[in-house]
Each structure stands twice: as structure tokens, then as C-alpha cells.
């Protein structure tokens, strides 16, 4: 759908994350011979790392991961670092009267079993990926959507058993911030604030120490069926398995296997960090939260404090991908930032990166196997929520290939099986430019 730039796995990803992620040389080599395996994983993400950390450590079977770029290059080497939910674009009415109240109950708890596993994954295999927060503010960028975010905390509590608590505009600069598009907030106390490429390299590292084979660098230009098995082809060697993993998420490419074509609709998301903000600096907008931060805007702004007080502040990004309109996008935030954070108009930047959403037509994320091949597994279509979605459906698909768990009666219907194809592949671009327009006119009006 985009400009080359945004596949370009031999382009170092400019960010604040890769600038701070440590200096560790991991010992990965890409796919330059022919080998077999039980599993391959095609991603090296989050999902693709979590699935074979699980399957080497928890059920002894042989997996390699095949990855286009370094591990952790795509969307969970540069994503906002939010581990929060929910990871679906479809309103708690919409899920109620689509799957009943069971389902989307069983998929809230396992919302919040992925920010546990995320957390105990961090704990457990001694991953420090600089976790911040105790939970996750949702600010009411215009005094009308107060009310929104009352009756939504309301839900969460009663239906889910989520705590939450909501601030009035002078409450929540006690507790949070002040800006030009704070009127209020409303806490869940699920979730924290991390280091995405920390925690990707950590993965990949624990996922190795037990047994995976990692193979950065070896993008899968063809993928065929041979004797009853797959036949992974990558530029300099090929893999053959007897079960595939699809985790490539927003980077899925039309073309490798035709059971995904036309369903992942990839949307471009921009970040721009600044330098470490002094006490002064903060106080001008009455900083006092590390808890990650998202807004009421349907294109949002989803913002946060690092530790090292640089402030990262996200939104949604272009329809082309290009350099030269990555460039405009990159202007346009550094003064949307200055508009909602006045104080801060003239901090500089330090970073601007880009990175792919991915959405899908049933707006709720996609896990399971293929019907028409039992040994093909897949997940993806996170809805920008995949810190805690993805690794929890990473280690979803390990215990369902080892057979533990009772295969997708697992995965709550929310979740379970394949969005709709797009019609054509160009509509997307035509889909995503409607909702854009669509969703700008909804936030003017506040």
C-alpha cells in the first residue's frame, strides 16, 4: 500500500528506542543454508518471538523464526510502548451485540492476561524492559467527551471487573497533566508504560537461550508446498517445516500466501521524542505521571514521559509513506505538539520514526488456523494494542500446536478466525482515506 521507505528492512529505524536500547550484539545469523524444522515462524516480533519462546521452552519443539530485518524490526521495535488495551477497534456495545456476553468477557481477561504475561515475562526471564506506570489515563481531549469516558469506566468495572477511576479537568492536573485538550481523565489501573525494543531483544535473547533458532535478515520471497510440507525460500537458503506461523502483523506482503491476501489494512503511526525535559519544563504543564497517555481524538494522540523525562507524543500518520511525506508529518506533529503542550513549543526534537497499525474489517484481532490447512497458523490485525495482545497470542498458538489447551476453543470468539477480505487491494488506500476524513470532521466537532 505504501512508498518502499516503509519496507525498507536495510533503512535503520531512527528512533528514540534503537538510540537507547543498549549496544548488545546478539549472535543471529540469517538463513544462508537449507535447513528443516518442526515450526517456522515468519515475524520476528512479538508474536513470532513470544511463539517461539513458548514452543522451545514450554514444549521442547524444534521452531526458527525467519525475519525480514533485525528482530524486533517492524511494529514491536517501535511502537509507543503502551501495555494497554483493549485491542480492537469496536466499541463494548458493538462487541455485546456482535458476540455475546461470555465472549466479550473472555476476551477483556485476555486483555489483561497479556499485560500479566508481558509483566511476568519481564520477571520471569529477566528482561529489563523499563517499565513505567501503574496503569493507563485515557484524557478528554474536548469537555464533551467526559461524560464518554464516565459511562466507559462505569462498563469496564461492572462488566469486567476492570478498576477505574475518572478525574475531573482540575483533578486530573493534580495527578497528571495540564494542556490545551485536557478536560478530564479516566484512569484503568491495567497496564504500564515500557521499553518496546528492550523487551523485543529480550525476547528474542530467551527465546534463543532455550533453543529457537533466530534468523534476522532472511525474508521469505516464496513459499511453496512440497511432499505434504512447507518450503520456506529466503535469498540464501531455504527452510522447510511441517507447521508455519504467519506473525508479520501490518507488514504482511500480498503475494506470500494467498489465504491472507487483501485482509490486513496497514496504517502508518508517527512518534517524535524530545530531549530530556528539566523540572521547570514539566512544571509549566504540571507534569506528574508516568502512566502511558492516550486522548479522546478518533485519530489520536497518544502520548508519555520516558525516563529519562524526554516526552514521546505519537499520532496517526499519512497515506503515502514517503520520505517526503514522512517529512511533512514530522512538521506538522512538532506543532500539534506545541499547540496541545504550549509550554514545550520550543523544546527540541530529538527523534521522529514511523511504523504500520495493523486494522482489518472485523476490527478485533485474528488468531487460529487456516481451515483449508491445519498447519497453518496466523495472528495479527492487533489494532495498535499489540504489547499485550501479540505475546499473549504468541504463546496462544505454541500451546495450541503443541496440542495443549484444546486448539481455538481457546481463543475467545472476539479473536478466533480470519477478518473479511477487502474486495480489492487498492480499495484499502480509498477505505482509509474515507475514515481519515471521516474522523477528522468527528474530532472538530469535538
Known sequence: MYHAAIYDTNHP???????TAGSEVDSYKPLDHDATCEVAVIGGGYTGLSCALHLARDHDIDVRVLEAGSMGWGASGRNGGFCCMPATKLSVRQMLDRYGLQETQAFFAAQQDGMRLVRSLGEDENIDFDRQGDG???????PSRLAGLRDYAETLTRLFGIKTRVYTKHEFAEVGHDSTEQYGAMHMQAGFALHPLKFAKGLARTASAHGAVLHPHSFVKQWHRVDGEH???TESGALRAKRVVVA?????????????????LPVISNIITTRPLIAEELARHRWRTANPICNTRALLFYYRILPDSSFLFGARGDLSGSLAAGERMRSWMIRRL?????????IPITHFWRGLVCVTRKLTPSVGCLDEDSSVWYG?????NGVNTAPWVGMKLARQIAGVGGGEANIP??????????????????????????????????
Open 13 to 19: 529505524v531512527l528512533s528514540y528506542w534503537e538510540a
Open 136 to 142: 493507563n489515563f485515557e484524557v478528554a481531549h474536548h
Open 231 to 233: 518450503l520456506l525460500q
Open 248 to 264: 508479520t502483523n501490518g507488514f504482511t506482503r500480498e503475494g506470500l500466501n494467498a489465504s491472507f491476501d487483501r485482509m490486513p
Open 338 to 346: 506545541g499547540e496541545v503542550f504550549p509550554g514545550w513549543r520550543d
Open 380 to 384: 495479527f490485525g492487533y489494532h495498535a
Open 413 to 446: 470468539a472476539v479473536m478466533a478466525g480470519l477478518p473479511l477480505r477487502f474486495p480489492f487491494a487498492w480499495i484499502r488506500w480509498y477505505a482509509l482515506a474515507g475514515a481519515y476524513l471521516y474522523y477528522r470532521y468527528q474530532d472538530a466537532r469535538g
